[in-house]
Nanobody, 116 residues
Framework: QVQLVESGGGLVQPGGSLRLSCAAS????????MGWYRQAPGKQRELVAA???????NYADSVKGRFTISRDNAKNTVYLQMNSLKPEDTAVYYC??????????WGQGTQVTVSS
């Protein structure tokens, strides 16, 4: 069973930065598509950023130019660097690992709150 553990969330002022980390059990980071999703209160969970096993990345339009997804295969860890944070970025952020149709794993989530 794959386990994903997120960390790095917290309270930050508008315009600030945070870096989220997702540590995976087993050597899956280089083989799976790793993604960050978020869910704000009363809203559906949405894709924020993803990185494929080949290294291709994609981002939600709302975070392009502000967020960067990266991975460290040796540490089995995926990161989400979030800059120029806005109040509308407030949400629970979830790490996801996916491979094909039958392998899809989620972390427990980490709260990000952007407020002055």
């Amino acid at each position: 069973q794959v386990q994903l553990v997120e960390s790095g969330g917290g309270l930050v002022q508008p315009g600030g930065s945070l870096r989220l980390s997702c540590a995976a059990s087993g050597s899956i980071v280089s083989m799976y598509t790793m993604g960050w999703y978020r869910q704000a209160p009363g809203k559906q969970r949405e894709l924020v950023a993803a990185i494929s096993s080949g290294g291709a990345t994609n981002y939600a339009d709302s975070v392009k130019g502000r967020f960067t997804i990266s991975r460290d295969n040796a540490k089995n860890t995926v990161y989400l660097q979030m800059n120029s944070l806005k109040p509308e970025d407030t949400a629970v952020y979830y790490c996801n690992a996916a491979c094909g149709m039958s392998r899809n794993y989620w972390g427990q989530g980490t709260q990000v709150t952007v407020s002055s």
